[in-house]
């Protein structure tokens, strides 16, 4: 104890001492800023060399189709259908135990099932040119999955849906250039939030994420869902249920933990779903394109909340074109597949403009600053 030495302590040392620590509390309990998603973008699903995009939209009503064509003849396909209300067409052919392993084109529409006719509209183009299965002397049968969403009641003519002239128009159409989105295509007369009664407008959104390998995996998404959507990198709400003021966001995963929804009408089944597809430009087999697909489908998970509900017919379609001569990987390309996917849903919302009265993210100034 000889050797004890004390030491003064001034009330300024307590004081800064105690501003220290206090600083330290304060800056373990502020939550982390969120981690900003890799560059996404470009002309969206058209970075993928062989994939081009073309659009139609009416006038007479918002609706529409989306078609997506691949060059050449054809190139593996796949599909992951999740929702409780699917309307589409030959996704049975895309099981990899069937065996036709080559895909023409991809149709999105508008119009519930009275949109399944805008297949045969790319279909016949496709016909033309001559590009499809060969059946010997019979020619060719030209390859085209499609799945629709419902958005027969938005403007008021349900009658007025998109036709097969609709879908050659589309083919005809389709370019490399730049995805266009919002009010457009498969997604002009989408709408989201449904679950309390205040809807906000929907949309068609692409986005692209290519990696320094040359790697490029992108999506394309139509979004007329049940749930909300939601940002994944901030967890904020960019479009959905409104508040009874109209102009506030509700959040329906508050609603659903109250109770509140309880006691309202649930979405009846057919009349919403977001349809998508996801494209690589990796060399890939029918099933792990599959798979790639199946994994595509959790970035409607981690961006719409609730999905994959009785009320929506969720659909993802998968292609590769095989361009890129890198060593594929299923399982990373799956990851990437539904970075791109949850991507594209945010920017759909954000990229919609209001409509017969329906308000956009812009109009309730929602939308995340990277897309602004």
């Not at 906000?200 to 040359?214: C, E, R």
């Not at 998508?276 to 994994?295: H, P, Q, W, Y």
Request: hydrophobic fraction near 40%.
């Amino acid at each position: 104890m000889k050797n004890l030495r004390l030491i003064p302590v001034t009330a300024a040392a307590v004081l800064a001492a105690g501003a220290m620590l206090a600083a330290a509390q304060q800056a373990a309990q502020k939550p982390a800023s969120p981690v900003p998603l890799p560059a996404t973008g470009g002309r969206g699903l058209t970075e993928v060399h062989g994939i081009k995009v073309g659009h139609h939209t009416l006038t007479e009503r918002p609706t529409g189709c989306t078609v997506i064509l691949v060059d050449g003849e054809g190139v593996p396909g796949g599909v992951s259908q999740r929702g409780g209300a699917p309307g589409t067409r030959e996704t049975d052919l895309l099981d990899p135990t069937n065996m036709v392993d080559k895909v023409n084109a991809i149709v999105l529409s508008g119009g519930s099932a009275y949109g399944l006719d805008v297949a045969m509209g790319t279909v016949r183009w496709l016909e033309e040119r001559k590009i499809g299965w060969p059946v010997g002397a019979a020619g060719v049968v030209p390859i085209v999955p499609s799945a629709v969403l419902f958005d027969l009641p938005f403007g008021g003519k349900p009658t007025i849906r998109p036709t097969s002239d609709c879908g050659y128009k589309a083919a005809d159409a389709a370019s490399t250039a730049p995805v266009a989105e919002g009010n457009i295509g498969a997604g002009a007369g989408a709408t989201v939030g449904k679950m309390g009664g205040r809807p906000m407008k929907g949309g068609l959104g692409s986005a692209a994420i290519t990696l320094p390998n040359g790697l490029v995996v992108a999506a394309i998404v139509a979004v007329n869902s049940v749930g909300d959507v939601i940002d994944p990198t901030t967890g904020q709400v960019v479009a959905g249920v409104r508040g009874e003021d109209g102009k506030s966001l509700a959040d329906v995963r508050k609603l659903l933990r109250s109770g509140d929804l309880g006691q309202s009408t649930p979405p009846r089944a057919g009349e919403n779903t977001t349809i998508g597809l996801v494209a690589t430009n990796a060399r890939l087999t029918k099933t792990e394109i599959n798979r790639v697909a199946m994994m595509a489908d959790d970035g409607f998970a981690r961006a719409i909340n609730p999905s994959h509900t009785t009320g929506d017919g969720d659909t993802v379609f998968a292609l590769a074109t095989g361009r890129w001569d890198g060593q594929a990987n299923a399982s990373l390309i799956g990851a990437l597949a539904a970075e791109a996917m949850a991507e594209a849903i945010v920017r759909a919302v954000s990229k919609a403009e209001s409509l017969l009265g329906v308000p956009s993210a812009t109009e309730l100034g929602t939308v995340p600053a990277r897309l602004e």
